[in-house]
DNA sequence: GAGTGGTCTAGACCACGGT
DNA sequence: CCGTGGTCTAGACCACTCG
């Protein structure tokens, strides 16, 4: 007979509670309105408030929730979704993206990142931020490494500002013809001023897309953005057609 | 002059902590090794147990570290790079993919499903359970809906196992004509059964990989692949050419 | 049975946003 | 100022793996 116990496994109480709470959130609220606050939903359930965290902390995680610090837990409204694979093969910076450059500096880049782009793991490589807005909040947060390399004539120009010199970067990388391009997404978390950029705490999870740009059969350029987990959604392919949310949903009056 | 104070904010320990043990894990420690465990790790840091697990969970969410139940705290390899947008538009199960079929059912799919299929709410749909492997070890789990209107020839069919019936309906599904596909990823959190098969805990991280396959005009099938997130990179594009590897590695001896 | 990570508790204080 | 979520502690017990 064996001791075949079928769900006899007790069910841990966050898991549980992360359920109760998934169907709460799909019955009796609506976009937009604030939860009670930690200490007395701990109460209500009868767990510790450390429990309850790690019920909302899931829930946060798959973009259910949104909360803040000093103001409160609110309904998330339904991922967005932000267009990555534009399979259109263009430089960064080409028209109609929907980045817009922040700053620009020279500084030698973590080696894994030289080493992508054939660089001397001490050469200083043009390094472009950008960052990008969607229905007026930011998503994303990129780092641009451009080695001298790809765009030789840029020394003779001296930008006032930063930005204008990042501009001026992209402008001249668009000269070189582009041989194709690569992407890999993997999950990770918010470096300290990534985070600040996204108007998260560190350590927050983000998608990091990293994006190789080929020309004159090198490694032209190298994009590491990082989205926001808990608001995106990254859509490949022509789409930015019909949008797939989840679940029912409803409007805050 | 204002309150202009620079970096007085105090870094959380467990912030600091996940720097220390990064870059411990960077300089002394090989791929596979077996950290401490947790409490004299705690201990040497002189920090609570919660503390550094916060750390911890850190650490593996970025891939970095892998942790089980009874066994210990281990170095993990860096992420293993997934193909997934082999962008020749193919269906589900032809051939050469990647992908295993498990099983077959037919159910009622979530109503999100339902509306991007476009099948009543209450309408049944082929549902094929597969699983991919890679390197020896399960990646991803995959849920594909299939209506019925999709396979209209396959009733006559009465395939013996559940197995059987998930290759008929995939090779039924070859006879239509491609029309396009869709794809977009999010984060996700593993549902039990997915945790199972992925050998990870329910509520485990994941990256979601939906893909919308277009025929005749409509929805012909839908994907819902659930990527483990600690360890895999998701790459798209023609690539499966070389690899982006992080940080300096060694191999445990 | 011994040792590991996973869950849970009941407190405390801190950092931040609004009033 | 008060109320919020964020961090941290020092314990306890449970579930799992392995020898």
Redo the contacts between chains.
């Keep these: 007979m064996g001791t075949t116990q079928l769900e006899t496994v007790p069910e841990p109480k966050y898991?549980h509670l992360?359920t109760v709470l998934s169907e709460a959130l799909d019955s009796e609220f609506a976009v937009g309105e604030i939860l009670p606050n930690e200490r007395d939903l701990a109460a209500r359930f009868g767990v510790a408030r450390?429990t309850l965290r790690q019920a909302l902390e899931?829930l946060e995680?798959?973009?259910r929730l949104q909360r803040r610090r000093g103001v409160g837990t609110t309904v998330a409204p339904p991922?967005m979704?932000v267009a990555v694979?534009t399979?259109s093969h263009a430089w960064p910076g080409a028209a109609g993206d929907a980045w817009q450059p922040v700053d620009c500096a020279e500084a030698v880049p973590p080696?894994?990142v030289a080493?992508?782009l054939e660089t001397g793991r001490d050469e200083a490589v043009h390094t472009v931020r950008r960052s990008r807005m969607s229905h007026g909040q930011p998503v994303a947060a990129e780092l641009l490494y451009i080695p001298e390399a790809s765009v030789p004539d840029l020394s003779a120009i001296d930008a006032p500002s930063s930005v204008a010199r990042a501009r001026s970067v992209l402008r001249e990388l668009q000269r070189l013809e582009l041989e194709?391009?690569?992407?890999?997404?993997?999950?990770?978390?918010a470096r300290a001023d990534d985070a600040k950029e996204l108007d998260r705490l560190?350590?927050a999870?983000v998608?990091v897309v990293?994006t190789?740009f080929f020309a004159e059969g090198r490694t032209a350029a190298l994009s590491v953005a990082t989205y926001r987990?808990?608001t995106?959604?990254?859509?490949?392919?022509?789409?930015g057609?019909v949008e797939?949310?989840?679940?029912?949903e409803r409007q805050a009056s």
Aim: glycine content about 20%; charged content about 25%.
């Design positions: 898991w992360k450390a899931q995680l798959e973009g991922r979704g694979g399979e080696a894994a080493d992508a194709g391009q690569d992407r890999a997404v993997e999950l990770g978390s560190p350590g999870p998608l990293t190789r987990a808990d995106c959604r990254l859509t490949f392919g022509a789409s057609g797939i949310t989840h679940g029912p």
